[in-house]
């Protein structure tokens, strides 16, 4: 009769230094998950724009300039001149989808890469998108759409 519940004394007591620790590295978890699901759904609002072929979706993603291929033709050009070019590309090749097939990240982690094919009227396309970071935001650096 003379315990009492719930004043036992635990066993081993942790000093304040562990958990501050134990903080750090959840918030470290917490931030580093939202950066990776930020990433995440940027590129599948990309995906859903190059299927859809919807030019100002995509060109969201453009840094200032963008590395453009279509076919034969390479250029470096301005987000303006890219949305141009996609615009008469997608007049000829009327979009039914996007698939990626693969998504990639670089040794160093500052830059990412997605392969995937876009399904068009007039045939498939395999699709080459370069992302780098340019301040704070990840964007398409180039961009290759080849038979």
């Given at each position: 009769?003379?315990?009492?519940?719930?004043?036992?004394?635990?066993?081993?007591?942790?000093?304040?230094?562990?958990?501050?620790?134990?903080?750090?590295?959840?918030?470290?978890?917490?931030?580093?998950?939202?950066?990776?699901?930020?990433?995440?759904?940027?590129?599948?609002?990309?995906?859903?724009?190059?299927?859809?072929?919807?030019?100002?979706?995509?060109?969201?993603?453009f840094?200032?300039?963008?590395?453009?291929?279509?076919?034969?033709?390479?250029?470096?050009?301005?987000?303006a001149?890219?949305?141009?070019?996609?615009r008469?590309?997608?007049?000829?090749?009327?979009?039914?989808?996007?698939?990626?097939?693969?998504?990639?990240?670089?040794?160093?982690?500052?830059?990412?890469?997605?392969?995937?094919?876009?399904?068009?009227?007039?045939?498939?396309?395999?699709?080459?998108?370069?992302?780098?970071?340019?301040?704070?935001?990840?964007?398409?650096?180039?961009?290759?759409?080849?038979?």
């Open positions: 009769m003379g315990e009492s519940i719930g004043t036992h004394r635990p066993l081993y007591r942790f000093p304040a230094s562990y958990y501050k620790h134990e903080i750090m590295k959840a918030v470290f978890v917490f931030f580093f998950l939202c950066m990776t699901l930020q990433v995440t759904w940027a590129q599948a609002d990309l995906h859903t724009a190059l299927g859809n072929g919807d030019v100002p979706g995509i060109s969201i993603h840094g200032d300039k963008v590395e453009l291929a279509i076919g034969d033709k390479e250029e470096t050009l301005a987000k001149d890219v949305e141009t070019r996609l008469e590309f997608y007049a000829t090749h009327l979009p039914k989808g996007f698939s990626p097939k693969h998504n990639g990240t670089s040794k160093s982690n500052e830059s990412t890469y997605t392969i995937g094919e876009l399904s068009t009227d007039k045939g498939d396309f395999r699709v080459y998108i370069y992302f780098t970071q340019q301040g704070e935001k990840r964007s398409v650096a180039e961009l290759r759409i080849e038979e």
